[in-house]
């Protein structure tokens, strides 16, 4: 079956640039999404086909996709990024989420 | 702006029916993918499946033997039934809607926790 694959976690200091991946055979043959959770609420999509962010989603979120990884990049990361950042994708029909990368601002 | 608001039972007890309903304000329930997705204390999220407007339905297959899904168009709901319950699917339950292109899931509901313990 069909897997997404993130690191649990990802350090980064304020002010610096933060990158989550999302590994899966042939990612980069589908589109992907990002989703921000933060302790006790629902997930926030924040990055959606790969590239695109909604509406009310800062600029310094950004996205990419080539080969088997997608990638979240965060630039300037702030506290208030702290969270638990999950990948998305389609794998016929079945909606799929990675396991979820806990960003720690420190 | 679209809103989600799950309801339903918060306990249930084992091997009985897990159900939940999600109303939908703010905007039409037609022509969108309506999903449930879950999420059990400290873990990841798992997509449940969804309910398209017309009533067409899409599960995933590691629930599909247990899940039911409904939708009411004139009360702007849909609903989930999750038979069989047992204590591993004790979890944050979150409706959601997903667009025709089902790139992506957004806005979601703001969860219930559906506990299955006797």
């Known amino acids: 079956s069909y897997e997404l694959t993130q690191p649990p976690s990802v350090s980064v200091s304020p002010g610096q640039t933060a990158s989550i991946t999302c590994s899966g055979d042939k990612l980069g043959d589908k589109y992907a999404c990002w989703y921000q959770q933060k302790p006790g609420q629902s997930p926030v999509l924040v990055i959606y086909q790969n590239t695109k962010r909604p509406s009310g989603i800062p600029e310094r979120f950004s996205g990419s996709s080539s080969g088997n990884t997608a990638t979240l990049t965060i630039s300037g990361t702030q506290p208030m990024d702290e969270a638990d950042y999950y990948c998305q994708a389609l794998d016929s029909s079945t909606a799929l989420f990675g396991g979820g990368t806990k960003l720690t601002v420190l | 702006q679209v809103q989600l608001q799950e309801s339903g039972p918060g306990l249930v007890k084992p091997s009985e029916t897990l159900s939940l309903t999600c109303t939908v304000s703010?905007?039409?329930?037609?022509?969108?993918?309506w999903s449930w997705i879950r999420q059990p204390p400290g873990k990841g999220l798992e997509w449940i499946g969804y309910i398209y407007s017309s009533g067409s339905t899409n599960y995933n297959p590691s629930l599909k033997s247990r899940v039911s899904m409904s939708i009411d168009t004139s009360k702007n709901q849909f609903s989930l039934k999750l038979r069989s319950a047992t204590a591993a699917d004790t979890a944050v339950y979150y409706c959601a809607r997903e667009p025709q292109t089902r790139d992506w899931i957004d806005p979601w509901g703001q969860g219930t926790l559906g506990t299955v313990s006797s």
């Open positions: 703010g905007g039409s329930i037609n022509t969108y993918y």
